[in-house]
Structures are given as C-alpha cells and as structure tokens.
Nanobody
Framework: QEQLVESGGGLVQAGGSLRLSCAAS????????MGWFRQAPGKEREFVAA????????YSADSVKGRFTISRDNDKNTVYLQMNALKPEDTAVYYC???????????????????WGQGTQVTVSS
C-alpha cells in the first residue's frame, strides 16, 4: 500500500531553518509529481512547492520563493523541503503529496494529488 511519511518538523525561531523529509513507500514515485502543501489553523490548505517526475522541474508559491527549496532523491524515494529564513506566518502543518502529472490538474491544486501524508507541524516563534 502506498504511503507517504513526513518528518523534520518542529519549533524554530524566526529566521531559522528546517528541512522536511517525505519518505514514500509502496511503489516507485519517480515518475510522479511530488508536492508540499501547508495548512494553518482556520485556513485552507495551500500549495507550497512541487517537483515533477522525469524533468525535475520545480515550482513554488510566491510566499516562499527564495526561502524554500524542494528537491527529490528518486533512489531513496524521498522528497525534501529545505526551509530557510522562516517567518511566524510559515507556522502550519505541512503535508507531502504525490500525484500523476498526466491527470490534467495544475501542480498547485490539491486535486492533482492522489496520495497524502499525515502531516508534520512546523511552528515558528517570533
């Protein structure tokens, strides 16, 4: 059974860094688009970053551009989110997701992702 497990969340001061990991199992996800989303209390789940299978093209939300970097290691079936210069507004539960690139959905939409992890909490203190 396919499974995504996030790790690396925690409490950090503003300006600090964290690296989230998402370990995938149950199948090879090298040809899947992998994404990170986040959800703050009382808000909708929002797109953070994505990386395509194959080409490895990456995309990120304007709010994290220049601070967050998504990457993947297909040999380890793992995707990462390096988060630098963290701000209190980055506080949220971060979710890893995987989806086919051929379903006709944009990389920033939740409907484009079939598999989701349970999430990891990131808290940034001011």
């Amino acid at each position: 059974q396919e499974q995504l497990v996030e790790s690396g969340g925690g409490l950090v001061q503003a300006g600090g860094s964290l690296r989230l990991s998402c370990a995938a199992s149950g199948r090879t996800f090298s040809d899947y688009r992998m994404g990170w989303f986040r959800q703050a209390p009382g808000k909708e789940r929002e797109f953070v970053a994505a990386v395509n299978g194959g080409s490895g093209s990456t995309y990120s939300a304007d709010s994290v551009k220049g601070r967050f970097t998504i990457s993947r290691d297909n040999d380890k079936n793992t995707v990462y989110l390096q988060m630098n210069a963290l701000k209190p507004e980055d506080t949220a539960v971060y979710y890893c997701a995987a989806g086919s690139m051929y379903g006709g959905h944009p990389y920033y939409g939740r409907r484009g992702y079939n598999y989701w992890g349970q999430g990891t909490q990131v808290t940034v203190s001011s």
